[in-house]
């Protein structure tokens, strides 16, 4: 079943989408299923290429949000929609700075949002269309899944949420 469902995949970047990792369990060639928001299997391949990254960093003050709208701040961090919409709905428990939404103090205009992230270096796996099966076995459960992870970006992310004083807000 898991055969029909990897041969579908076209071309290395097609079909290929960017996602933000708050599970870091993932690995190249693990199975994803997005329509649960979960890995289906956690393969590892160790046939792959790695590059070093040069100027991959990011340091910015994000916009202000009210305690209503704080998930708008994962937006500013590149969460997707589709993301944002499984860490409200509770699909996948928060890691990283995506525990933001469970931030329980009250935010205002006095609330500043330090984001810092930098990114090491990429992990990529060369995979063809049709080819799928030959890299990574059919899962147990005979699961359908939706991805393979065929490129990581390995690196760090932090945020901090100052209050600073009203004085100094100004």
């Known amino acids: 079943m898991m055969q029909s469902c990897l041969c579908s ?10 996602r933000k990792a708050i599970d870091v369990s993932g690995r190249l060639g693990s199975l994803y299923d997005a329509s649960t928001d979960n890995f289906i299997d956690q393969t590892s391949i160790q046939a792959f290429e790695t590059k070093l990254l040069h100027q991959s960093s990011i340091c910015r003050i994000l916009p202000n949000y009210q305690s209503n709208k704080i998930i708008n701040c994962l937006k500013e961090m590149n969460f997707n929609d589709a993301l944002r919409q499984s860490i409200l709905l509770q699909m996948i428990r928060p890691s990283g700075v995506s525990r933001l939404i469970n931030y329980n103090q009250s935010t205002n205009q006095n609330t500043r949002f330090l984001y810092y992230s930098y990114r090491s270096r990429k992990e990529k796996l060369s995979i063809t269309a049709g080819r799928a099966d030959q890299i990574v076995a059919s899962p147990s459960g005979g699961t359908c899944a939706t991805h393979m992870i065929t490129e990581i970006l ?17």
């Open 154 to 170: 390995w690196g760090i992310e932090i945020l901090c949420v100052i209050q600073v004083s009203k004085i100094r807000a100004k």
């Open 9 to 18: 995949i076209k071309s290395q970047n097609e079909y290929s989408i960017e």
